[in-house]
Nanobody, 115 residues
């Protein structure tokens, strides 16, 4: 059974930082492209960043410089370091594992940026 479990969300003040984690089980993690997506209130889900097997990364332009995606294949975990957060970053953040023939999602973790 495949599971992706996100953690690290919460309430943070504007300008603050959070580090999200997503730990996978039931898949050969190292071969998967891992991605972080988010869904702000009332909006569609959108890509934040992705990291392929081997470590190359890609970011949505608006996230560059503030967010960093990384992975630890030994721990089957992908991370999203988020700095200088603004209220516009408030969303449910989801982890995704994708390969040529499969696609898995986590349940999401809430990030709220508010003073």
């Amino acid at each position: 059974q495949v599971q992706l479990v996100e953690s690290g969300g919460g309430l943070v003040q504007p300008g603050g930082s959070l580090r999200l984690s997503c730990t996978a089980s039931g898949i050969r993690f190292s071969v998967y492209t891992m991605g972080w997506y988010r869904q702000p209130p009332g909006k569609q889900r959108e890509l934040v960043a992705s990291i392929i097997s081997g470590g190359s990364t890609d970011y949505v332009d608006s996230m560059k410089g503030r967010f960093t995606i990384s992975r630890d294949d030994a721990l089957n975990t992908v991370y999203l370091q988020m700095n200088n957060l603004t209220p516009e970053d408030t969303a449910i953040y989801y982890c995704r594992a994708g390969s040529y023939d499969s696609d898995y999602w986590g349940q999401g973790t809430q990030v709220t940026v508010s003073s």
